[in-house]
T-cell receptor, first 115, second 113 residues
């Protein structure tokens, strides 16, 4: 049961244009959503997050939008740069009744920026 | 500052051999610790997490086990590896109560032959 889905396995964008990565989720109990960036043979690095009570969070070239009614979030990168080429993972946090917290990840989207 | 160490970086093991991957965190205390696996063409799958010494939660039934013998040490083990255990294993930590901004180790590429 995939609770966090990234339906686009890959995306190619021209340098300088906007990159939009999408993510859908099914669990209404997620309280935080995060985006991670991953290069080959390295661990993912945290990029940006958004609380479930917000609809937008911006950090430099990166903006995350959350549409709770549609259970959809997106990451916008503008302008896109060659160094942005990587795999991007969407993740969602849940907390159990015992206070245990964990992240559920999507399958990732490989972003390629074309010079 | 906090750092996370994971080793080895790469490992090639024959089917049926044992496995031990180690992860340690420095610069913090009482972290939540996690083992994830990224199989070829798939996302990051949570295998185990721990909220304290000796406390292990398993997310999926499998050929692997985890232990937390010390506050900042998390070990992933197997008695007999299977071909399907091949993948990229990642350890992560987060300060309890923050939940976001998990920090990942650099990963171990395991190939079972």
């Amino acid at each position: 049961d995939q609770q966090v889905k990234q339906n686009s396995p890959s995306l190619s964008v021209q340098e300088g244009r906007i990159s939009i990565l999408n993510c859908d989720y099914t669990n209404s109990m997620f309280d935080y959503f995060l985006w991670y960036k991953k290069y080959p043979a390295e661990g993912p690095t945290f990029l940006i997050s958004i609380s479930s009570i917000k609809d937008k969070n911006e950090d430099g070239r990166f903006t995350v939008f959350l549409n709770k009614s549609a259970k959809h979030l997106s990451l916008h990168i503008v302008p896109s740069q060659p160094g942005d080429s990587a795999v991007y993972f969407c993740a969602a946090r849940s907390i159990s009744n015992f206070g245990n917290e964990k992240l559920t990840f999507g399958t990732g989207t490989r972003l390629t920026i074309i010079p | 500052s906090q750092t996370i160490h994971q080793w080895p970086a790469t490992l090639v093991q024959p089917v049926g051999s044992p496995l031990s991957l180690e992860c340690t965190v420095e610069g913090t205390s009482n972290p939540n610790l996690y083992w994830y696996r990224q199989a070829a063409g798939r996302g990051l799958q949570l295998l185990f997490y721990s909220v304290g010494i000796g406390q292990i939660s398993s997310e999926v039934p499998q050929n692997l086990s985890a232990s937390r013998p010390q506050d900042r040490q998390f070990i992933l083990s197997s008695k007999k590896l299977l071909l399907s255990d091949s993948g990229f294993y990642l350890c992560a930590w987060v300060k309890r109560g923050t939940g976001y901004g998990y920090t990942f180790g650099s990963g171990t590429r395991l190939t079972v032959v």
